[in-house]
């Protein structure tokens, strides 16, 4: 007797209110409803050196399909990879192919998770001993936290549309795995984490991921760690700050830059017997309108921008 959808959708929903980490096990899940397009958002910045981009992706529970938003995690040990997950269609079934770690990237279905992940391999970085290395013309790095960076545009897709498609099968994407792909998938794997897992599932929890809710654009599409700051549609933060605004790291680095401004200052003024010439006193005026600039356009803090500005004037009325 077959299997109507709607019961196997029951079935499958008691196994991952069992299992909640069963979406990452290495047993198939499969239904009979396809996962909905991935949706478009933005990579936030990698928050510390070693920490590796992990894509979004749709998970399956009782309620149906709900989005597990992209966050940075730090792997299982130095010199491993992540292989995404993905959803493969065959037998008339959407099966789920629980993603994992290992020494190289093996096969995720063709699907383009983007920030590295175009369908095959990653090209995103690379281990160099214990310390890794971050394109960044592929992801997003903040190069005053994490300074082991380089840039490669050549693994760049010059691409007018980008490929949805969240499965791999008819209907789907196409692809198969390569030769380096199958050599991969033989080598020794390793889980997800403990954070990955506890990631999943606080994703499991939130309503507001459920495609049916969201009607696929979920509110928390990426984050920049596990339980860290959440973000929404491309540009905007899910979890109401605004964007350009500050995290506490920039606004210490730009009241470090104010410092910097004050502290020239004072080092010209004792270059040249107690005052500015005025062509040191425009370069210093420059140096404090790019400050206020930046300000201006939401990067960093405007406190800042008033300590370092008050204490300019207090320096000046001082030469006086």
């Known amino acids: 007797m077959p299997i109507r959808p ?22 198939g899940i499969s239904i009979t409803i396809g996962p909905p397009m991935l949706p478009v958002y933005a990579q936030p910045p990698c928050p510390q050196p070693g920490y590796l981009w992990t894509p979004g992706y749709w998970a399956w529970g009782p309620d149906g399909y709900y989005w597990v938003p992209g966050v940075w995690v730090l792997p299982p040990r130095p010199g491993l990879l992540w292989t995404p997950g993905y959803w493969g269609f065959g037998r008339g079934a959407y099966m789920w192919h629980a993603g994992y770690w290992g020494p190289h990237v093996g096969f995720y279905g063709g699907v383009n ?15 160099a001993g214990n310390a890794f290395r971050y394109n960044t013309a592929v992801v997003n790095v903040d190069r005053t936290v994490v300074r082991n960076v380089y840039v490669d545009r050549t ?3 010059n691409t007018t549309v980008v490929n949805r498609v969240s499965y791999n099968g008819p209907g789907g994407m196409q692809a198969r795995p390569t030769p380096q792909e199958q050599t991969a998938m033989r080598e020794q794997h390793f889980q997800p984490t403990g954070m990955q897992q506890s990631h999943q599932q606080m994703a499991a929890r939130d309503r507001s991921q459920l495609a049916s809710v969201n009607r696929g654009r979920p509110g928390t599409a990426s984050m920049d760690s596990v339980n860290g700051r959440r973000f ?4 905007r933060s899910a979890n109401g700050v605004a964007k350009g605004r500050p995290t506490p790291n920039q606004t210490q680095r730009l009241e470090g830059r104010g410092a910097n401004v004050n502290r020239e200052i004072r080092n010209e003024r004792q270059a040249n017997g107690g005052r ?5 006193r ?29 204490h300019r004037k207090q320096e000046e009325r001082r030469e006086r």
Request: proline share 5%.
């Open 6 to 27: 709607k019961a196997l959708a029951v079935a499958l929903g008691l196994l991952l209110a069992a299992a909640p980490q069963a979406s990452h096990a290495q047993v």
């Open 232 to 235: 929404g549609q491309p540009g």
């Open 113 to 127: 998770y983007g920030f590295g992940y175009g369908g095959a391999g990653f090209t995103g970085g690379f281990w």
């Open 282 to 310: 425009r370069q210093v005026n420059r140096q404090q309108q790019n400050l206020n600039r930046s300000i201006h356009n939401g990067k960093p803090n405007a406190r800042a921008n008033q300590r370092a500005l008050e």
């Open 276 to 280: 500015l010439a005025p062509q040191e």
């Open 155 to 157: 693994v760049v897709r």
